[in-house]
């Protein structure tokens, strides 16, 4: 069971354009590319709690399990000029977390509490651990999560253990072992840093450590259970309950998404921790998909009752209606193949797609299996020859890489699932005392790297805020800032990323049709058009509002063009036809342009195709000057179509 439970995790974080968004997604009904990126889920390394052999104190050098760090702040941040008086409260000591207590610590706060429920990260130097890349998820980092690590002046220490991709090798449906297109980006601001995330969270404890001692106070073990406000608007505090572990005996191994949550059985396999209260004047949630504080909110916010002209808050969920598993690869490439390129393949029918990413510097790969959740192969214990043929057959370039032990292993071990959609609105806060931030504001499906991104630019946000009016106006209008500032973005973020989502004919006319109409549109007036969706989430400083509003007037630009020319073409006919009743020309009329329309999609568009192949249509002069063997030697580069990554 302990080997079934090994998984490594891709992030494919390589963004382009119009040109490019054919390599990043299969056809509805199947996803885009596959990018693992929630801030929030900790690797198979770290784990549950099992028996406390007694209550234990949180701090103190003697305790492996709870640890304290600071340091002087960053240069430019005033020290002690902003500091809050009584116990901030972090939950969740992820990526997210740790970036929140650093960014607060670096404006002068002190009493700064971070609680997660798990163990305490590997050493980021070690390399005994590393060196194992199945065992590790990976996160991409574009440039909306440099920026911010920038911004907190942290990014270096976190580039050294990154891995650069500078471009992507793709197979078409079809496509032979030498048919691989490569592309090279040669005009990004940004490329892509993949780091396995329990690295990264190594990476920030350290900081933490070594530079903000005496002002966070981190605590593994802690499970955030209830909380309750001292007054019913939020003001003035609250008390929270928290569950306290001995982590130092470990259990079962957390799962690598944080999607994957704890069952039932397991639960009841495990003594209960010992329950403590704790006083926060600021309790801030950065507990990810888990989303205990905000359930919580939304119990608290429908006691409490809603107003005429207030909404209560609530944390909206989407039904999946596109569920898909995943199994983890780990991979060594052959001489031959570069170590720096995000590699992906797929089957025309969309049964099944592989991505992969490097995870280390030496070759070292993690690739993702990604198979529709009804699939007969998408379970525990499944048939590794029937896996084998069905790799040997659709993707024989992966299959060769994968030595039998290994597709045993893969075959055996439990499949994992993509989160589902989920927002919260209409604010991301309760009073003065509480705030969300990263994925417990906006969960999405990893397929474009956006999760960890921007939640780092939530925290980067939530900093300008204090920076703007903690010292006049007080917190909650700080946290009131924050909310208009960001919950339209969280909102904004999911929607976009759920229409690239859809199945079938949802996915069509939500994804597949869009992206050939701003094609084709962008390429007669880019002055009036504005790139596809998926560009255009790439581009420095466009808000994910931004581009939702962008897309609504093009589509009304769009309707209105192909609506003009339909009626132009219908008035010149007319003239000429003046004997035919209206209602047989209007027929005519629309018969003859739909079939003409439908030729023209037929040539784009086959029978399980998917939009990277539509888009790859679209574009045959583009990619019939750039196709190299996949073999090859890498020096051939092109042109993105994009200027920056996530």
């Known amino acids: 069971m302990a080997e079934n439970r090994w998984g490594c995790s891709l992030v494919m974080a390589i963004m382009v354009g119009a040109a490019e968004a054919f390599l990043l997604s299969p056809a509805p009904g199947s996803p885009p590319s596959l990018l693992l990126s929630s801030s929030s889920a900790r690797g198979w390394t770290r784990a549950w709690a099992r028996t ?38 972090i939950i969740g000591a992820g990526p997210t977390g740790l970036a929140t207590a650093i960014m607060l610590a670096q404006r002068g706060w002190r009493d700064i509490h971070v609680y997660d ?26 440039g909306r999560g440099q920026r911010a690590l920038k911004n907190f002046g942290i990014w270096d220490d976190v580039d050294k253990y990154c891995t650069t991709v500078v471009g992507r090798m793709d197979w078409a449906p079809g496509a032979g072992e030498d048919e691989g297109i490569e592309r090279i980006f040669t005009d990004r601001p940004y490329l892509t840093k993949v780091i396995a995330r329990d690295r990264l969270v190594g990476v920030l404890e350290r900081i933490v450590k070594e530079k903000y001692a005496e002002q966070v106070h981190l605590h593994y073990g802690n499970e955030l259970r209830t909380v309750a ?29 944080s999607t994957i949550t704890i069952t039932g059985g397991e639960r009841s396999m495990m003594d209960k921790g010992r329950m403590k209260k704790v006083n926060a004047k600021l309790l ?76 280390s510097p030496n070759g070292d790969y993690c690739a993702v299996l990604l198979l529709r959740a009804n699939d007969p192969l998408a379970a525990a214990n499944t048939d590794p020859k029937e896996l084998r043929a069905l790799m040997d057959k659709n993707l024989p370039q992966f299959s060769k890489l994968i030595d039998d032990e290994a597709l045993g292993a893969i075959a055996a071990k439990p499949p994992s699932r993509l989160p589902s959609f989920r927002y919260v609105e209409p604010y991301l806060h309760r009073g003065d005392s509480t705030v969300l931030l990263g994925d417990a504001i906006h969960t999405v499906k990893p397929y474009f790297g956006l999760g960890v991104n921007s939640a780092f630019e939530d925290v ?13 106006a007080g917190m909650e209008r700080v946290l009131s800032e924050f909310s208009d500032i960001r919950a339209g973005e969280a909102k904004a973020l999911v929607k976009i990323s759920r229409g690239f989502d859809r199945p079938g004919l949802l996915g069509f006319f939500s994804f597949i049709l869009p992206i050939i109409l701003d094609g084709i549109f962008n390429k ?18 466009m808000t994910f509002q931004g581009v939702r509003d962008r897309k609504r007037r093009d589509r009304v630009l769009q309707v209105l063009v192909i609506g003009t020319f339909f009626f132009t073409i219908f008035k010149i ?74």
């Open 52 to 89: 406390t052999s007694g209550p234990r104190s949180l701090r103190g050098p003697a305790n492996q399990w709870a640890c304290s760090a600071s340091a002087a702040a960053v240069e430019g941040k005033q020290e002690g000029t902003s500091s809050r008086e009584g116990r901030t409260a």
């Open 117 to 142: 429920r798990l163990s305490p990260p590997p050493n980021p130097d070690d390399d005994n651990v590393w060196s194992d890349t199945a065992k590790f998820y990976l996160i991409g980092i574009g």
């Open 229 to 257: 406000w001292k007054d019913k608007e939020g003001k003035g505090g609250c008390e929270f309950e928290i569950e306290e572990f001995d982590v130092e005996t470990l259990s079962t191994a957390r799962p690598p998404t």
């Open 284 to 359: 801030i949630g950065a507990d990810g998909a888990a989303r205990t504080l905000a359930n919580v909110m939304q119990e608290e916010s429908e006691k409490s009752g809603q107003g005429i002209f207030k909404r209560g808050f609530r944390v909206v969920r989407y039904v999946d209606d596109n569920q898909r598993i995943y199994k983890t690869i780990p991979l060594k490439l052959p001489k031959g193949w570069r170590g720096d390129l995000n590699y992906s393949a797929r089957t025309q029918d969309g049964r099944i797609n592989i991505d992969a990413l490097p995870a």
């Open 460 to 472: 980067q946000r939530f900093g300008e805020c204090i920076d703007k009016h903690e010292s006049g």
């Open 524 to 541: 007669l007036a880019p002055k009036v058009f504005g790139q596809n969706t998926i560009a255009m989430l790439q581009q420095e400083g």
């Open 573 to 646: 006919v007319s003239a000429v036809v003046q004997a035919l009743p209206k209602a047989a020309l209007l027929a005519i009329t629309v018969a003859f342009f739909g079939v003409l329309g439908g030729m023209q999609l037929n040539k784009i568009l086959k029978p399980g195709m998917s939009t990277a192949d539509v888009i790859a249509s679209t574009e045959k002069k583009y990619l019939s000057k750039n196709k190299q063997p996949a073999s090859g030697n890498g020096q051939v580069s092109a042109e993105s179509a994009s200027k920056s990554a996530n």
